[in-house]
């Protein structure tokens, strides 16, 4: 009896596990058209039929949804994204053929034209990922170059398996504690940690990309970001987060955004840290106000980490402030609120 009982047991689990390998997996068409015939990705949204093509590649692996599933579903699109909009024929396009800059929210022209930059790709990612439901949020990074000059990059964090995970959609690059499991993959923040602490990481990257060999063998090294934490000027997360700014140089608002506050309202947006070596306690600055955005509540007031208000109009405004002081905007909560400059300037 018990032996026949063994035997039913082994047969069930042998009988499951063979209907399980014949159901049949729901594509992208089946999942989010209900459309069984064509089969294939044929979409008029250029931007769904690149998720439709990364879901179909990630259940050709997986056979059905998961953590894993999603991950690769996200790399799949990464590198959907990478060759499509390319950053080689961005630069060849812009330096000798006189292409403008892409904004970064007009992905449809990224599509046509088929070239794009960090910018581009990160709101890209974004878009297709939403056809997919999986979360996702902006990293912007920017900070000083082993030349001294100003920098930026966009790259995004995505949501699977109960942590944020980092992903460079321009250099198809992602950071692992396991070369040989790419679900190892860590967040922005542990990346730029482990580095620091010398951890073991590795980066697992599409290197025979063009653009990708192209940067090397010019010396530059696309990921000195990474492992120069000291290099950076500020991190901003889903447009939040504070930018260490001086208003002495003449690089004005290159490479960094110009305004402090949110334009969405979901949270504190952008804060400035205004500091200048060497000038005693307090700085005597110009302030250049080129707009306001929302602020319906409570006027164009800054607001320093003191608590101290200085209210501003547009155009040229004159104020003192605590040198090394972080800046924002006097708001309600989720209220839109932001102050864009032109200019700000040390008054001698």
Same mark, same amino acid.
């Given at each position: 009896?018990?032996?026949?009982?063994?035997?039913?047991?082994?047969?069930?689990?042998?009988?499951?596990?063979?209907?399980?390998?014949?159901?049949?997996?729901?594509?992208?068409?089946?999942?989010?058209?209900?459309?069984?015939?064509?089969?294939?990705?044929?979409?008029?949204?250029?931007?769904?039929?690149?998720?439709?093509?990364?879901?179909?590649?990630?259940?050709?692996?997986?056979?059905?949804?998961?953590?894993?599933?999603?991950?690769?579903?996200?790399?799949?699109?990464?590198?959907?994204?990478?060759?499509?909009?390319?950053?080689?024929?961005?630069?060849?396009?812009?330096?000798?053929?006189?292409?403008?800059?892409?904004?970064?929210?007009?992905?449809?022209?990224?599509?046509?034209?088929?070239?794009?930059?960090?910018?581009?790709?990160?709101?890209?990612?974004?878009?297709?990922?939403? %056809?997919?439901?999986? =979360?996702?949020? @902006? +990293? *912007? !990074?920017?900070?000083?170059?082993?030349?001294?000059?100003?920098? $930026?990059?966009?790259?995004?964090?995505?949501?699977?398996?109960?942590?944020?995970?980092?992903?460079?959609?321009?250099?198809?690059?992602?950071?692992?504690?396991?070369?040989?499991?790419?679900?190892?993959?860590?967040?922005?923040?542990?990346?730029?940690?482990?580095?620091?602490?010398?951890?073991?990481?590795?980066?697992?990257?599409?290197?025979?990309?063009?653009?990708?060999?192209?940067?090397?063998?010019?010396?530059?090294?696309?990921?000195? %970001?990474?492992?120069? =934490?000291?290099? @950076? +000027? *500020? !991190?901003?997360?889903?447009?939040?987060?504070?930018?260490?700014? $001086?208003?002495?140089?003449?690089?004005?608002?290159?490479?960094?955004?110009?305004?402090?506050?949110?334009?969405?309202?979901?949270?504190?947006?952008?804060?400035?840290?205004?500091?200048?070596?060497?000038?005693?306690?307090?700085?005597?600055?110009?302030?250049?106000?080129?707009?306001?955005?929302?602020?319906?509540?409570?006027?164009?007031?800054?607001?320093?980490?003191?608590?101290?208000?200085?209210?501003?109009?547009?155009?040229?405004?004159?104020?003192?402030?605590?040198?090394?002081?972080?800046?924002?905007?006097?708001?309600?909560?989720?209220?839109?609120?932001?102050?864009?400059?032109?200019?700000?300037?040390?008054?001698?």
């Amino acid at each position: 009896m018990k032996n026949t009982l063994a035997l039913l047991i082994v047969f069930f689990i042998s009988f499951s596990g063979m209907a399980e390998k014949n159901v049949l997996p729901k594509n992208y068409m089946m999942e989010k058209h209900g459309i069984s015939e064509p089969f294939y990705c044929d979409l008029e949204d250029p931007i769904e039929e690149i998720a439709c093509m990364a879901w179909d590649a990630a259940l050709g692996k997986h056979r059905k949804p998961g953590p894993k599933f999603d991950l690769n579903l996200v790399l799949e699109a990464t590198k959907l994204i990478q060759a499509l909009v390319s950053s080689g024929r961005e630069s060849l396009y812009r330096r000798f053929f006189g292409a403008e800059k892409i904004s970064t929210n007009d992905t449809d022209i990224c599509i046509v034209e088929k070239r794009g930059i960090c910018g581009n790709h990160q709101d890209l990612i974004k878009k297709v990922l939403s %056809y997919a439901g999986i =979360p996702i949020r @902006h +990293i *912007g !990074i920017y900070y000083y170059s082993a030349d001294g000059k100003r920098k $930026s990059h966009a790259a995004s964090e995505v949501f699977i398996g109960d942590k944020w995970r980092y992903v460079d959609v321009t250099w198809f690059s992602i950071w692992v504690t396991d070369p040989n499991d790419i679900y190892s993959l860590e967040s922005f923040e542990s990346v730029v940690s482990k580095f620091a602490q010398g951890l073991p990481l590795f980066r697992l990257s599409n290197q025979l990309d063009t653009w990708f060999q192209y940067q090397y063998e010019a010396g530059y090294d696309p990921f000195y %970001y990474i492992k120069n =934490p000291k290099s @950076h +000027i *500020g !991190i901003i997360t889903d447009k939040q987060g504070t930018l260490t700014f $001086s208003p002495n140089t003449d690089l004005g608002f290159q490479h960094i955004p110009n305004y402090v506050g949110t334009p969405d309202g979901t949270n504190t947006g952008i804060t400035m840290h205004w500091t200048v070596p060497d000038r005693g306690q307090t700085l005597n600055l110009r302030l250049d106000v080129a707009r306001v955005g929302g602020c319906s509540s409570i006027g164009l007031i800054l607001l320093d980490d003191d608590g101290n208000e200085y209210p501003l109009q547009q155009g040229s405004n004159h104020i003192t402030v605590p040198n090394g002081g972080s800046f924002n905007v006097k708001r309600k909560q989720n209220e839109i609120c932001y102050i864009v400059f032109s200019d700000i300037a040390v008054i001698e």
